[in-house]
């Protein structure tokens, strides 16, 4: 006689609705994207820097969004303790990295003050800091107390400020909570089917 087996109705529901809820995972997971974020920099933040490398580079995790091809909305700043600025202010913006021509002045403590345009189409900015110890001999730049134009290419208005707290603090995207959220409810959904089943199962072969 063939064995027949069947599953509990309570238990073919608890599994619809556990493939009901993990199903708009498929539409929410692909658009929820956060913003880009810190990857990598020249210098490194609370790095000791003892020689000035040609460029101070800002890499992200993801591409950035030059839309006119010349940095707008861009912004790659270097000040030293007593706020004046380092540098030409111009900016060069290649896949997931900005930079700008490194120059700085005597030794101290110094602030990169970053701003970017994300894959996503936000604003994003954040900073970070660094030690410079010069070698013997170093030509010392004097700085600014004006915000570098890029000699008048460049428009610029206040400095922008770090919109992500700390440096490496992100905020959790909302897409991305939400997305989290519907995955713990599929999981206790199905986990609460399966332990129903072992109830009842144990019951019945206890009660034949």
């Known amino acids: 006689m063939p064995l027949r087996f069947r599953l ?15 199903a708009p995972l498929v539409g929410t997971a692909a658009p929820a994207q956060a913003h880009n974020y810190l990857a990598s920099s020249t210098p490194k933040a609370g790095e000791i820097l003892t020689a000035l490398p040609k460029d101070f580079i800002v890499s992200t995790n993801d591409g950035l969004l030059n839309i006119d091809g010349k940095g707008a ?3 790659l700043q270097v000040t030293d303790s007593a706020g004046k600025y380092y540098g030409d202010g111009c900016i060069a913006v290649e896949g997931m990295a900005m930079s700008t021509a490194a120059a700085l002045g005597a030794a101290g403590a110094y602030t990169v003050t970053w701003q970017a345009i994300s894959t996503d189409g936000h604003t994003v900015s954040d900073s970070f800091g660094f030690t410079w110890q010069p070698p013997t001999g170093f030509a010392a730049s004097s700085g600014s107390s004006q915000v570098p134009d890029c000699n008048g290419a460049a428009s610029v208005g206040t400095e922008p400020a770090p919109d992500s707290g700390t440096s490496g603090a992100q905020s959790v995207d909302p897409g991305t ?32």
């Open 177 to 208: 909570l939400s997305t989290v959220l519907w995955i713990g409810g599929a999981f206790l959904t199905l986990a609460s089917a399966v332990i129903l089943t072992l109830v009842i199962t144990s019951r019945r072969k206890r009660n034949p």
């Open 73 to 75: 909305g861009f912004g």
């Open 8 to 22: 509990p109705l309570f238990v073919l529901v608890a599994v619809a609705v556990a493939l009901g809820v993990a």
